[in-house]
């Protein structure tokens, strides 16, 4: 399975600081994305990078990859204390399958 | 308002009797895939659709079937559920049927609880 980790598993930070979550992942893509889940509810798209860029922003957050290392980061500036909720990797495979990482639990002391 | 709908939100029933778990989306996308959802594990894809009649296996296929004749519908069907199918479970959608992967779109999530 290409399944990536989200590392790390739990993330507690205070209202302000910035919070950094990484994703790993174990074969070739064309692009990867970050998802964020609030409590039992449906995962929401916050943003895609693909495979040739480096770098990409929207707003607060800032994602990083490196095709060389199979590796990601988010970077949530500023944190709020409604940015509490999981967040997750996903990669497509050249079979067209998407894989979810197990994501990273954030939360944000106000 | 462009959405991804599955019903119903919760279910709870008893091993052997035969339910599906519907999924409607109304955005036109031509890909939309099943996911369950369990503690420490993640996300896992059950069965995927690239477009109508269309469909290939995920990562966790066996005990679920799925069918894709129109478009907009694309259910999930447990014809004999057993406990270990206890989870949480999302459908989701996509515009793009190529590789080159638009964002999904996902459902509010149906919980089941197998006795």
């Known amino acids: 399975s290409q399944q990536g980790e989200e590392d790390p598993q739990a993330l507690s930070i205070q209202e302000g600081e910035n919070a950094t979550m990484n994703c790993s992942y174990k074969t070739s893509i064309n692009n990867l994305q970050w998802y964020r889940q609030n409590s039992g509810r449906g995962l929401v798209h916050l943003i895609l990078?693909?495979?040739?860029?480096r770098e990409k922003h929207s707003g607060r957050l800032r994602v990083t990859l490196d095709t060389s290392k199979k590796s990601s980061s988010l970077l949530i500036t500023a944190s709020r204390a409604a940015d509490t909720a999981s967040y997750f990797c996903?990669?497509?495979?050249?079979?067209?399958?998407?894989?979810f990482g197990t994501g990273t639990s954030l939360t944000v002391i106000p | 308002e462009a959405q991804v709908t599955q019903n119903p939100r919760y279910l709870i029933t008893v091993t052997g009797k035969k339910l599906t778990v519907t999924c409607s989306q109304n955005m036109n996308h031509e890909y939309m895939s099943w996911y369950r959802q369990d503690p420490g594990l993640g996300l896992r894809q059950i069965y995927y659709?690239?477009?109508?009649?269309?469909?290939d296996k995920g990562d966790v296929p066996e005990g679920y079937k799925v069918s894709r004749k129109e478009k907009r519908n694309f259910p999930l069907i447990l014809e004999s559920p057993s406990p270990n199918q206890t989870s949480l479970y999302f459908c989701a959608s996509s515009l793009s049927g190529s590789r080159l992967f638009s964002p999904l779109h996902f459902g509010n999530g149906t919980r089941l609880t197998v006795t």
């Open positions: 990078i693909r495979s040739n860029e």
């Open positions: 659709s690239m477009n109508v009649e269309v469909t």
């Open positions: 996903a990669t497509d495979d050249p079979g067209n399958q998407f894989y």
